[in-house]
């Protein structure tokens, strides 16, 4: 077959979209974490990293929700020969046939002949990281095993070939194994993208790291250079179970710092802060869906909006975080290439801020704030709807079972150590059994 091949000049476009990483610096927190000692589970996955930096085989990195396979992703690409050119992001998550093609390999205009570029094409010399793999749909799957197995291709609506050259990154918080088990996922494009597979270890098979990860959060976080969490607080994070890892733990500090005006905080604080996640009713779960999403940065967005919201080019001011390395590699001078995320835009972080009361008065206060009915109920209503814990009355739960809620949980913190969850909460044995019967 006859390839006509094709040079694209992609300067002109680059520099209209995006602008430049900032430089890393040597005292960049994540750079740090890495240099320090840390859990041999993080310790052997940075190894592994750093290794698989080296080579230029396709990467796939497995791993729960929130392990950091992003963060990874980008750091192999900081650290890489490639890094003079692009890292090119795309989400898979929701994404529909017709829009991966289109921005995978970007599109002719039939009208004026305008070329508008796609990933391949934006990612030349540089990195393309395809965002949670195992959810491309069948055909997606088929256009990019075509285009791994070709290294070639034709944007839409155009007859010319190009060649493509970049480095694959996939990442995956499902088992494609069993996936294609299933005959949910192709065996041949699963062998073409996991030539170099990397787990990401979750947050609790690494404790270890949980102290330095909450100082490395709090130190990017407006004003949270100068907070601290006391020894208490610091045990209740390292014991809790992580079910969204580095997601989870960001979001607990976020909201803290966000929630309590406190300059250490204290454990009962941590743990409002985590019950605060975890909503038990049903109008807490509507608020905290709100609230999260304003709060959470990275693709939550994405899920809601993928369906009507055609692909964007994010700007670098409505970004997630940029890139950061999680090790220095050899080459790291060279950190000046261009980040794209191409998906629709997510809002800005916005973090709420109450003061700092018990969590059953901030759930109430934040259910005003989104709700906002315009005749409150009375005073005599709400404590009937406390009585009889009555749903209908929309966000005044009941503070009782909230509070009856919110020791149970503690107590399971503390492992069973009542006497332990009572100081951690403030009340006295006695009190806390009470609480507890009630
Ligand atoms: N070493 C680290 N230090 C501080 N924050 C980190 C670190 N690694 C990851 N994070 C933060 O944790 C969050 C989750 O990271 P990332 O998005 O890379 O994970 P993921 O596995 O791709 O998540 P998901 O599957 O949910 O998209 C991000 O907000 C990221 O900034």
Redesign the pocket.
């Known amino acids: 077959m006859w390839l006509r091949l094709k040079f694209v000049n992609t300067d002109k476009n680059i520099n209209s979209r995006v602008s430049r990483m900032p430089p890393l610096t040597s005292d960049h927190?994540?750079l740090a974490?890495a240099k320090r000692p840390t859990s041999a589970a993080f310790h052997g996955f940075v190894r592994r990293l750093h290794m698989a930096s080296q080579t230029d085989d396709p990467i796939l990195l497995a791993?729960e929700?929130?392990?950091?396979?992003?963060?990874?992703a980008t750091t192999v690409h900081n650290v890489s020969g490639r890094s003079a050119h692009n890292f090119v992001q795309i989400d898979c998550l929701g994404i529909k046939e017709s829009k991966f093609e289109l921005e995978m390999l970007g599109s002719l205009n039939p009208h004026n002949h305008q070329l508008r570029q796609g990933a391949v094409s934006l990612a030349e010399g540089g990195t393309l990281y395809l965002?949670?793999v195992g959810e491309l749909p069948s055909t997606s799957q088929t256009l990019l095993l075509r285009l791994l197995e070709s290294d070639t291709y034709s944007p839409v609506n155009s007859s010319d070939t190009y060649n493509s050259d970049f480095r694959l990154i996939t990442?995956s918080?499902q088992d494609l194994m069993a996936m294609v088990e299933h005959g949910k996922f192709r065996n041949d494009l699963l062998h073409h993208i996991n030539t170099l597979t990397i787990r990401?270890p979750s947050l609790n098979e690494r404790r270890e790291d949980i102290e330095d990860?909450v100082n490395?959060?709090l130190h990017e976080i407006p004003g949270g250079r100068h907070k601290q969490l006391s020894p208490e607080a610091m045990e209740v994070l390292c014991h809790h179970k992580y079910t969204a890892n580095?997601?989870e733990l960001?979001n607990i500090i976020h909201r803290l710092v966000g929630t309590f005006e406190s300059q250490s905080y204290s454990g009962l604080q941590v743990v409002q802060a985590i019950h605060a996640g975890t909503p038990s009713s049903k109008s807490e779960r509507v608020i905290e869906k709100k609230s999260q999403r304003s709060m959470l940065?990275?693709?939550n967005g994405y899920i809601d909006q993928a369906q009507n919201n055609p692909p964007t080019f994010v700007q670098p001011d409505q970004q997630v975080?940029a890139p950061?390395p999680?090790f220095q590699g050899a080459n790291h001078s060279a950190y000046a290439s261009t980040t794209y995320h191409i998906g629709p835009q997510t809002a800005p972080a916005q973090p709420v801020s109450e003061p700092a009361w018990p969590s059953a008065k901030v759930a109430d206060i934040r259910s005003r704030q989104v709700q906002a009915p315009p005749q409150p109920p009375s005073w005599q209503d709400r404590v009937a709807a406390m009585e009889t814990e009555d749903e209908s009355m929309g966000p005044f739960t009941a503070l009782k079972a909230q509070e009856r809620d919110y020791i149970a949980r503690l107590v399971e913190y503390c492992n069973g150590d009542k006497k332990k969850a009572a100081d951690i909460a403030g009340v006295t044995l006695r009190t806390l059994y009470r609480k507890l019967k009630h």
């Open positions: 927190p994540v974490l791993g929700v929130g392990t950091g396979k992003r963060q990874s965002h949670e990442s918080s990401t990860l490395s959060i580095i997601l960001r940065p990275d693709f975080a950061q999680i």
